[in-house]
Nanobody, 124 residues
Framework: QVQLVESGGGSVQAGASLRLSCAVS????????MGWFRQAQGKEREFVAT????????RYADSVKGRFTISRDNAKNTVYLQMNSLKPEDTAVYYC?????????????????WGQGTQVTVSS
């Protein structure tokens, strides 16, 4: 069973930065497309960013493009989400997800494994 553990969340002021990490327990991390999703209170979980197996290609939601960067270190079984210029509307629980089935993980249904989430709160 693949396990994902997020870390790095917290409470910050608008304009600040945070870096989320997601450690994945598997011997075949490089076989997984990785993604970040978020869920604000009272809203559905939404796509944030995804990165392909090699780490060479990424995609982002329009709402975070230019501010967030997803990356991965296949030697450390870890995927990151660097979040800059944070806004109050970025407040949510952020989830890491892994998929072995898809080439691009843009939808919730693309993913096979999920972490428990980490809270990010941005105040104005």
């Amino acid at each position: 069973q693949v396990q994902l553990v997020e870390s790095g969340g917290g409470s910050v002021q608008a304009g600040a930065s945070l870096r989320l990490s997601c450690a994945v327990s598997t011997r075949t991390f490089s076989n997984y497309v990785m993604g970040w999703f978020r869920q604000a209170q009272g809203k559905e979980r939404e796509f944030v960013a995804t990165i392909r197996r090699s780490g060479g290609s990424t995609r982002y939601a329009d709402s975070v493009k230019g501010r967030f960067t997803i990356s991965r270190d296949n030697a450390k079984n870890t995927v990151y989400l660097q979040m800059n210029s944070l806004k109050p509307e970025d407040t949510a629980v952020y989830y890491c997800a892994a998929s072995y089935r898809t080439l691009w993980g843009l939808a919730y249904s693309d993913y096979d494994y999920w972490g428990q989430g980490t809270q990010v709160t941005v105040s104005s």
